[in-house]
């Protein structure tokens, strides 16, 4: 089945450093993708999402990549703040457009 | 516009009780879907409804999950009767595309078993 995991379960950053969390993809048929934020008692947050004809895609202080030959993909933020600090999910699409979550990396922002 | 509504925030219960859960999704939304998510995981999916029908609920544990959706509106997902791992948080989401441009999620049931 599809399953999508996480690098790394934490990570730490200075604030106004640039943060990437990484993530990889077990089925070469998702074709749609998503990074979602998820604050403390709060349910899941669009950030931003890339379909597998892209392999970059930019939004507010956001990147995403997207390499479908080794399929894996990352986030980057630039200019990290505290308020980013939060667990990040990406999310892989099914053909039935299900989204499958890996298991998330807890960012924590250090002022 | 107003989001997935859930309710109740928090429940406890002890095993062998049953507990329902409610959802209002994002008005015009036809697709909702019910997420289970353990602490320290990512949300797992549990049912896909297109309006009032399942989608699909394969990964539902029949035996003691349900859910509906009667009039494609407003949903409920019950447990019954409750084991100490169904300790989790109950996510609601819903879409107006089935999914191809992602959900909007609630802020969750926290279900807490003892």
């Known amino acids: 089945g599809e399953s999508v995991g996480l690098h790394l379960p934490t990570l730490s950053v200075q604030e106004g450093d640039n943060s990437i969390i990484n993530c990889a993809y077990s089925?070469?048929?998702?074709?749609?993708f998503i990074w979602y934020k998820q604050e403390s008692g709060k349910g899941p947050q669009f950030i931003i999402d890339?379909?597998?004809?892209?392999d970059k895609r930019q939004g507010q202080r956001v990147t995403v990549l997207l390499n479908k030959t080794v399929k894996h993909l990352s986030l980057q933020i630039a200019a990290t703040q505290p308020g980013d600090s939060a667990v990040y999910f990406c999310?892989?699409?099914?053909?039935?457009?299900?989204?499958?979550f890996g298991t998330g990396t807890s960012l924590t922002v250090i002022p | 516009e107003a989001g997935v509504a859930q309710s109740p925030r928090y429940k406890i219960i002890e095993k062998r009780q049953s507990v329902a859960f409610w959802c209002n999704p994002i008005?015009?939304?036809?697709?909702l879907y019910w997420y289970q998510q353990i602490l320290g995981q990512g949300p797992k999916l549990l049912i896909q409804f297109q309006n009032n029908g399942v989608v699909d609920d394969s990964q539902l544990p029949k035996d003691r999950f349900s859910a509906e959706r009667l009039k494609g509106v407003d949903s409920t997902l019950k447990i019954q009767p409750a084991k100490l791992e169904d300790s989790a948080v109950y996510l609601c989401?819903?879409?107006?595309?089935?999914?191809?441009?992602?959900?909007?999620f609630g802020s969750g049931t926290r279900l807490t078993v003892v």
């Open positions: 999310a892989g699409a099914n053909t039935g457009n299900q989204f499958y």
């Open positions: 890339i379909r597998s004809n892209m």
């Open positions: 008005s015009g939304h036809a697709t």
């Open positions: 089925n070469s048929a998702s074709d749609y």
């Open positions: 989401a819903s879409s107006w595309a089935g999914g191809s441009y992602g959900y909007t």
